[in-house]
């Protein structure tokens, strides 16, 4: 089993910074991709950013230019720079991961953390 425990949310004013963390734990061989969703109420969780192992980067288009998505594959964590905060980016924050258990088998398995929110608010 893994968890992914996220940390870094918070109330801030539009146009500030907020920087999200993600650490997971338990029985990991390897991360594969790992990545930040978000979700309103009453809406579906959608895609903010996610990285590959080898440090491959995609954003949704709402974000481009002001969030960076970025890992430590040494501490299992993967981090979520905020910039030039907007109300609309007001939501609770996941994160997630593909972890491989074991040398031996090469399936993986899905995981998320329990979110966070983010406040963008003046």
């Known amino acids: 089993q893994v968890q992914l425990v996220e940390s870094g949310g918070g109330l801030v004013q539009p146009g500030g910074s907020l920087r999200l963390s993600c650490a997971a734990s338990?029985?990991?061989?390897?991360?594969?991709?790992m990545g930040w969703y978000r979700q309103v109420p009453g809406k579906q969780r959608e895609l903010v950013a996610t990285?590959?192992?080898?440090?491959?980067?995609n954003y949704a288009d709402s974000v481009k230019g002001r969030f960076t998505i970025s890992r430590d594959n040494a501490k299992n964590t993967v981090y979520l720079q905020m910039n030039s905060l907007k109300p609309e980016d007001t939501a609770v924050y996941y994160c997630?991961?593909?972890?491989?258990?074991?040398?031996?088998?090469?399936?993986?398995?899905?995981?998320w953390g329990q979110g966070t929110q983010v406040t963008v608010s003046s």
């Open positions: 338990g029985s990991i061989f390897i991360i594969y991709t």
């Open positions: 997630d991961a593909d972890v491989r258990h074991s040398a031996l088998f090469s399936g993986t398995t899905h995981y």
């Open positions: 990285i590959t192992i080898g440090g491959g980067t």
